[in-house]
């Protein structure tokens, strides 16, 4: 007698089923400037023109910023909701697993908030050589992590869970090195828990 066997989702795909729940409340809350506002007005001075690969664009408010400042965005996320929300906002958004699909590209720079620290540590380095590839030389990726130690899960206000992989700021430059690029810009709140915002280049060859 055959036996079935059922699988467990992913803790990626658990973090996606959070937030197809609460989509729209995030948006809500997060549509005024938010706590990374200032490093993507630097991404947009550093990548004054050109096209943008962001991943995991959510409610797409960066998105908006950066092609209120002249860039072609590639607006994509994995989260059907959010997708929804930014299309019924009549933005054009594509659905991307940036773990397991291809980014395309070159792009002139890529974005990524509020998204690495949901990617299991043993996809991180094929996560991160996806984006070098996507780059032309000499681009730009604009990443942010929460910075703390450790891996598990954090239970939001609204009760739904969420994967989290967390990086010291220094364990996390080595890490954005190791895979190529090189850190031009950084910059943390003042929680010790709080958000790290880096810029970092890919190398000319």
């Known amino acids: 007698?055959?036996?079935?066997?059922?699988?467990?989702?992913?803790?990626?795909?658990?973090?996606?089923?959070?937030?197809?729940?609460?989509?729209?409340?995030?948006?809500?809350?997060?549509?005024?400037?938010?706590?990374?506002?200032?490093?993507?007005?630097?991404?947009?001075?550093?990548?004054?023109?050109g096209r943008v690969l962001d991943?995991?664009?959510?409610?797409?408010?960066?998105?908006?910023?950066?092609?209120?400042a002249g860039l072609t965005v590639r607006r994509t996320d994995l989260t059907q909701a959010f997708i929804d929300l930014q299309r019924a906002r009549g933005k054009d958004v594509?659905?991307?697993?940036?773990?397991?699909?291809?980014?395309?590209?070159?792009y002139d720079a890529v974005l990524m908030l509020h998204v690495?620290?949901?990617?299991?540590?043993?996809?991180?380095?094929?996560?991160?050589?996806?984006?070098?590839?996507?780059?032309?030389p000499g681009g730009r990726f604009l990443v942010s992590i929460p910075r703390g130690e450790g891996i598990?899960?954090?239970?939001?206000?609204?009760?739904?869970?969420?994967?989290?992989?967390?990086?010291t700021e220094d364990e996390f430059l080595d890490v954005l090195r190791g895979a190529g690029f090189t850190p031009t810009w950084t910059d943390r709140s003042p929680e010790d828990d709080g958000w790290l915002a880096v810029m970092a280049q890919r190398g000319e060859v």
Not at 20 to 39: C, D, F, M, Q, W
Not at 55 to 68: H, K, M, V
Not at 119 to 136: C, N, S, Y
Request: aromatic share 6%.
């Open 152 to 167: 598990g899960w954090e239970v939001g206000e609204s009760g739904r869970s969420y994967y989290r992989a967390l990086r």
């Open 55 to 68: 991943i995991g664009s959510g409610p797409g408010w960066d998105a908006d910023r950066l092609e209120d």
């Open 1 to 49: 007698m055959s036996r079935l066997w059922i699988m467990d989702p992913s803790p990626n795909a658990r973090t996606v089923e959070s937030y197809e729940e609460i989509a729209a409340a995030y948006a809500r809350e997060t549509s005024g400037p938010g706590v990374l506002a200032e490093a993507v007005t630097r991404l947009a001075e550093a990548v004054p023109e």
């Open 116 to 136: 690495l620290q949901h990617i299991e540590p043993d996809d991180l380095a094929d996560v991160l050589g996806k984006v070098v590839r996507a780059l032309r």
């Open 94 to 106: 594509d659905r991307l697993d940036v773990i397991n699909g291809d980014l395309g590209g070159p």
